[in-house]
T-cell receptor, first 113, second 116 residues
Framework: KQEVTQIPAALSVPEGENLVLNCSFT??????LQWFRQDPGKGLTSLLL?????REQTSGRLNASLDKSSGRSTLYIAASQPGDSATYLC????????????FGAGTILRVKS | DTGVSQDPRHKITKRGQNVTFRCDPI?????LYWYRQTLGQGPEFLTY????????KSRLLSDRFSAERPKGSFSTLEIQRTEQGDSAMYLC??????????????FGSGTQLSVL
């Protein structure tokens, strides 16, 4: 059974700091790995998607890496801003057809101004 | 593109009552997903549709749960004889996909269910 773990559970940093969020998964048989952002009481917004054959993806100040063999992914956020405060969720896709995602519990990020 | 719309945003019901939620996906999206999220946890997969066909159901989806997507457009999720353990945020997502490996999901804001 695929399990996804995110560390740390919560993180508080001053504005401007670079930070790394970690995600690990137990079964390397995945089709993609995705990072999402969730604001309180809201749905999820897709940030980055890394296909299983890829090593990393970048979007603006965000960079996500994937090491499938070791079952790890990291989300790097450069020059953090208060608007980055949210819960960040990592998820892996375990179906060949259909995006059946297994999520981690998330990392709650607070960026202090 | 108005995004994925879910109705209602909040639902309070008494144990034993039936409830129905609606999801309107982004127009032209061929896949529609239902997930459930409890406080402090990530979402859990419930079921998904490719057009009008329901292709995968989680074991979390007991006989009290049923989902439909008539004509491949909007979807409904019905819970019969609600239990307190059904209290959660029910999230709908949609996508237009040719290849699953690069499928991007668009989530709605969810329906928060509270069973008293």
């Amino acid at each position: 059974k695929q399990e996804v773990t995110q560390i740390p559970a919560a993180l508080s940093v001053p504005e401007g700091e670079n930070l790394v969020l970690n995600c690990s998964f137990t079964d390397s048989a995945i089709y993609n790995l995705q990072w999402f952002r969730q604001d309180p009481g809201k749905g999820l917004t897709s940030l980055l998607l890394i296909q299983s054959s890829q090593r990393e993806q970048t979007s603006g100040r965000l960079n996500a890496s994937l090491d499938k063999s070791s079952g790890r992914s990291t989300l790097y956020i450069a020059a953090s801003q208060p608007g980055d405060s949210a819960t960040y969720l990592c998820a892996v896709s375990i179906l060949e057809y259909g995006n059946k995602l297994v999520f981690g519990a998330g990392t709650i990020l607070r960026v202090k101004s | 593109d108005t995004g994925v719309s879910q109705d209602p945003r909040h639902k309070i019901t008494k144990r034993g009552q039936n409830v129905t939620f609606r999801c309107d996906p982004i127009s032209e999206h061929n896949r529609l997903y239902w997930y459930r999220q409890t406080l402090g946890q990530g979402p859990e997969f419930l079921t998904y549709f490719q057009n009008e066909a329901q292709l995968e159901k989680s074991r979390l989806l007991s006989d009290r749960f049923s989902a439909e997507r008539p004509k491949g457009s909007f979807s409904t999720l019905e819970i019969q004889r609600t239990e307190q353990g059904d209290s959660a945020m029910y999230l709908c997502a949609s996508s237009f996909v040719v290849w699953t490996a690069n499928e991007k999901l668009f989530f709605g804001s969810g329906t928060q269910l509270s069973v008293l």
